[in-house]
């Protein structure tokens, strides 16, 4: 892998709004990160917070619709400007995304082996059909697959979603990508797997050096699997920096409230403060509001 020096991603001011007839809404608003090589961010919020599209909008996986402004730029060079089929090349290949959910991934009527194969042909990875069966089944075994080949051989529905995701992921790092983003990785999967493709996705990243951008609604995962945590409201980026200083020193109402609000056995769920006004308040100064005036209005965490 072509590892340059200096940080791998850099998004300044991302902006993203959709057009619906004549209406524009705005989704992302300001948002600006840097993503450090062998480092894993996680944007983490409540649902409806703008972290897909924050983390789609960096592959511009949106059609038409979608109207992106602002900065991303990938070893310098602005992703934002490029030409669609030069960036065509570049997903999957510099870039490459985990999604949700494996079994919309994957193509039901292909096996496992030839939706990897396919992918290792499109970059001209491999040239001959041996070569790269035999990657394939290297590839399966780097995702910790123990029967490579009969694995290959599978289709996705003869595979449990672990394996499914397992195999995804395997299609993710077939061209040795310098950024992996992970779109909420786990949330279709049982609850057993989904400690062990985080602890997959986290080895990956040490053995590789590549940088990841995971995007997660759970102050657990964030907390065990980040370096860094950026918390996104309403659009924006309303804090980030280390993750051991976010999630233990929140300087931000609103991720105290989001940590309060998560899930402790033995311990009564807290509330998350309704945000209702804040947008105003936090255009100005991050800190501002203080957690009294953001918990005037709370609402139970369902
Ligand atoms: N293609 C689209 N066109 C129009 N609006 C969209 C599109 N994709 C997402 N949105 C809207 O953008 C907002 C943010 O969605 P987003 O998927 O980024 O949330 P999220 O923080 O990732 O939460 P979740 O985990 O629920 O997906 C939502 O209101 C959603 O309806």
Not at 54 to 81: K, Q
Not at 84 to 96: C, S, V
Not at 294 to 299: M, V
Request: hydrophobic fraction near 40%; proline fraction near 6%.
């Amino acid at each position: 892998m072509n590892m340059p020096a200096v940080a791998p991603l850099q998004v300044s001011h991302l902006e993203t709004s959709f057009r619906r007839g004549k209406q524009v809404t705005p989704i992302v608003r300001d948002v600006s990160f840097t993503l450090e090589r062998g480092r894993t961010l996680m944007l983490l919020g409540e649902s409806g917070s703008g972290k897909s599209v924050t983390a789609r909008s960096i592959l511009r996986l949106y059609g038409p619709s979608a109207v992106i402004t602002g900065s991303v730029r990938m070893n310098g060079i602005e992703l934002l400007d490029l030409p669609e089929g030069k960036m065509r090349n570049l997903r999957g290949a510099d870039i490459a995304l985990i999604p949700q959910d494996p079994t919309g991934a994957l193509d039901p009527l292909q096996t496992i082996g030839s939706q990897i194969a396919e992918v290792l042909r499109v970059h001209r990875l491999e040239s001959t059909k041996k070569a790269a069966a035999a990657r394939t089944e290297l590839l399966l075994e780097q995702v910790g697959i123990r029967e490579p080949g009969r694995v290959a051989r599978s289709y996705p529905h003869e595979l449990s979603g672990g394996m499914r995701q397992r195999a995804v992921i395997a299609i993710a790092v077939s061209c040795d990508p310098q950024i992996l983003i992970a779109d909420e990785p786990t949330t279709a999967l049982d609850v057993t797997v989904q400690a062990q493709i985080l602890d997959l996705i986290a080895d990956l990243r040490r053995d590789t050096g590549t940088a990841v951008l995971m995007v997660t609604h759970d102050v657990g995962v964030a907390a065990d699997y980040g370096d860094h945590v950026g918390v996104m409201y309403a659009g924006q980026l309303i804090e980030s920096g280390a993750a051991r200083d976010v999630l233990r020193n929140p300087q931000h109402a609103y991720t105290a409230g989001l940590l309060a609000a998560q899930p402790r056995p033995g311990v009564p769920r807290g509330t998350l403060p309704t945000m209702v006004g804040w947008s105003a308040a936090i255009d100005g100064d991050l800190v501002a509001v203080t957690p009294a005036t953001a918990h005037q209005n709370e609402q139970e965490v369902a």
